[in-house]
């Protein structure tokens, strides 16, 4: 398997813009999970899915942020207007067992917002 | 929100020696693991230890857990420059959803120099 796979691996986007990050988990795992890296907060989960239902949406920023799981081999996290502070690097994680195993990153998106 | 916190921020060492980490965390979990971070990369799972496990060991690693303390450590032997890396505890806890979700620390640093 190809591991967890993330696309882009950079994006430079002016403010304002709509931002739209990928992510496709290693085949068979059920849960997902979306993080935020930086060097501030560290690492922070934004949302998980399981079984391509949304289960804990509470690390979500703000309105602006939006993630969806249209079936088991895609997830986009969306940021819709982008500002400078959502700089930071994105991560895909995957696992299986409802997430009680361990978790598989991706190589992560590196978002730049001007 | 349950989180590690690791101990030392930053290690440097040098090649042979071995490195410990810290981690401690606030609330009850049902199992603790450690995953390494390249600069630029992804995280990648070092181990797992379970809230019933006090020590567990991985080639050069060695993992412990206190339970009564809260704390675990990380023991790397022997290191290696190719060890240089960051270093993070994830604690996971079950949640009354029935799903448990991985919570990181802000990880340690780790330089090893030749």
Redesign the interface.
């Known amino acids: 398997d190809a591991g967890?796979i993330q696309s882009p691996r950079h994006e430079v986007t002016e403010m304002g813009q709509e931002v739209t990050l990928r992510c496709k988990p290693i085949s068979g795992h059920n849960?997902l999970?979306w993080?935020r890296q930086t060097m501030m907060r560290?690492?922070e989960?934004l949302i998980?899915f399981?079984n391509n239902v949304p289960?804990?949406d509470s690390g979500m920023p703000e309105d602006r942020f939006s993630a969806k799981m249209p079936n088991a081999s895609f997830s986009t996290l969306k940021i819709q207007p982008s500002e400078p502070r959502d700089s930071a690097v994105y991560?895909c994680?995957s696992s299986t067992y409802?997430?009680?195993?361990?978790?598989?990153?991706?190589?992560?998106t590196r978002l730049t917002v001007v | 929100s349950q989180q590690g916190e690791e101990d030392p921020q930053a290690l440097s060492i040098q090649e042979g020696e071995n490195a410990t980490m810290n981690c401690s965390y606030k609330t009850s979990i049902n199992n603790l693991q450690w995953y390494r971070q390249n600069s630029g990369r992804g995280l990648v799972h070092l181990i797992l230890i379970r809230s019933n496990e006090r020590e567990k060991h991985s080639g050069r690693l060695r993992v412990t857990l206190d339970t009564s303390k809260k704390s675990s450590s990380l023991l790397i032997t022997a290191s290696r420059a190719a060890d240089t890396a960051s270093y993070f505890c994830a604690t996971v806890l079950w949640r009354n959803s029935g799903y448990s979700t991985l919570t990181f620390g802000k990880g340690t640093m780790l330089l090893v120099s030749p």
Do not use: K, P
């Not at chain 1, 409802?98 to 992560?108: L, M, S, V």
């Open positions: 967890v849960s999970f993080y560290g690492l989960l998980y399981n289960i804990d991560f994680a409802r997430g009680n195993t361990e978790a598989f990153f991706g190589q992560g």
